[in-house]
């Protein structure tokens, strides 16, 4: 399993950016995705995740109504969107996946195990 997160890149605050998570050898379809980011001298935050058979979503608390998760199945890709961004928005995003079909809520990963590397996110003016 191979995961890739790409779509970062340096924002005015305010502004918005959309990543992409993309996978290898393995169908997001089937399977709960989840994004989650890490800050420099923070520990890792959640950001997102969503099912796959009911597409339940869920969000940090820091990011609800302006973070949106979503999938494109004809694709095999999921995407965060995230609009209104701050400074503190600022970290390496991570997405997230694992053989299961729901998020998991015992840790800043959704309980999902494979990840890839990460994209940066700047939000600076």
């Known amino acids: 399993v191979q995961l890739q997160a790409s779509g970062g890149g340096l924002v005015q605050p305010g502004g918005s950016l959309r990543l992409s998570c993309d996978a290898s050898?393995?169908?997001?379809?089937?399977?709960?995705v989840g994004w989650f980011r890490r800050a420099p001298g923070k520990e890792r935050e959640g950001v997102a995740c969503?099912?796959?058979?009911?597409?339940?979503?869920y969000y940090g608390d820091s990011v609800k109504g302006r973070f949106t998760i979503f999938r494109d199945n004809a694709k095999n890709t999921v995407y965060l969107q995230m609009n209104s961004l701050k400074p503190e928005d600022t970290a390496v995003y991570y997405c997230?996946?694992?053989?299961?079909?729901?998020?998991?809520?015992?840790?800043?990963?959704?309980?999902?195990?494979?990840w890839g590397k990460g994209t940066q996110v700047t939000v600076s003016s």
């Open positions: 997230a996946s694992d053989h299961t079909a729901a998020c998991g809520f015992s840790g800043p990963t959704y309980g999902l195990d494979y």
């Open positions: 969503i099912n796959s058979k009911d597409g339940m979503t």
């Open positions: 050898g393995f169908i997001l379809d089937y399977y709960a």
